[in-house]
C-alpha cells in the first residue's frame, strides 16, 4: 500500500463506523480486563457468554477471588482452555488486589506482569480503557496488514511496529478496532469479500477490477 493511500484507506473506514469499539461486553475496566484475558483462541461471542454469567455474581478482584477457583472454572467451562484461564484470572485478581489496590493498572509493565496478559492483551486494555494509541495485532490485523500492505511483517510485533509507524495519528487510537472489524466481517481468512470492499482500491492484494 502505497503511504499516500494510508490516509484514504482509514477515511473510509472511519466514514463508515464513526464510532468503533471491541465487540466484548464489559462495562469497568476489570470487566474488559477478564474478558480480554479470557479471549484467546476463543470468539468474542463465546466469550460474551461466559462473562454474562460471570460478572453478575464476580465482577471485581475481589469477588472474583471469594468466589473461588473451582466456581470460577465451572463459570468459563465453555470457553477454550478454560482450566488454563480460570488460574491466570485466579492469579491476576490477587495481584491487583497485592499490589494494585484492586485496580486494573494503566502501566504496559505493570499488565503485563499479570498471569496470562500478554503484549496483545495488554494493548488492548491500553486502549480500549485508557484511550492510549496503541496496536493489538491478532490473527484478524496481522492478515489485513499483510494481504493489503498496509504493513507487512512476519510477526505480530513486526507488524504493530510498522503500523504505529505508517498509520497518521489523527486515525491511530481507533485503527485496531477498524482492522480488527475488516478483518471479522470483510476481508476474511479464507474468502475475503472483495467485491464488497469499501477499500479495495487501496488494497496490494484486491483483484485488478477493483483496484483504483
Known amino acids: 500500500m502505497k503511504t499516500a493511500d494510508i490516509a484514504p484507506f482509514f477515511a473510509t473506514l472511519a466514514a463508515a463506523n464513526p464510532q468503533p469499539n471491541t ?15 479470557l479471549s484467546a483462541q476463543a470468539t468474542d461471542v463465546g466469550v460474551n457468554k461466559a462473562t454474562r454469567r460471570l460478572f453478575v455474581v464476580a465482577n471485581t478482584p475481589a469477588r472474583v477471588r471469594a ?9 468459563i467451562r465453555s470457553i477454550g482452555l478454560f482450566r488454563t484461564k480460570a488460574k491466570n484470572l485466579f492469579e491476576t485478581c490477587r495481584l491487583l488486589i497485592e499490589r494494585h489496590g484492586g485496580l486494573v493498572p494503566r502501566s504496559r509493565e505493570a499488565l503485563e ?14 486502549n480500549v480503557a485508557f484511550g492510549e494509541p496503541t496496536m493489538a495485532v491478532d490473527t484478524h490485523i496481522f492478515r489485513v496488514s499483510n494481504r493489503t ?6 510477526t505480530p510485533l513486526a507488524v ?3 503500523l504505529l509507524a505508517r498509520i ?5 487510537v481507533d485503527a485496531h478496532h477498524w482492522l480488527i472489524l475488516h478483518g ?3 476481508c476474511q481468512a479464507r474468502k475475503p469479500q472483495c467485491a464488497q470492499c469499501a477499500v479495495a482500491r487501496y488494497c496490494d492484494s484486491a483483484p485488478a477490477a477493483l483496484a483504483g
Open 67 to 75: 468466589l473461588g477457583l473451582p466456581a470460577l472454572t465451572e463459570h
Open 149 to 154: 500492505g498496509l504493513a507487512p511483517g512476519k
Open 160 to 162: 504493530e511496529l510498522k
Open 184 to 186: 471479522r466481517y470483510v
Open 23 to 37: 465487540e466484548l461486553e464489559y462495562t469497568s475496566v476489570f470487566e474488559l480486563l477478564t474478558a480480554v484475558l
Open 113 to 126: 506482569a499479570l498471569p496470562g496478559v500478554g503484549r496483545k492483551t495488554a494493548n488492548v486494555v491500553l
Open 168 to 172: 497518521p495519528p489523527a486515525y491511530l
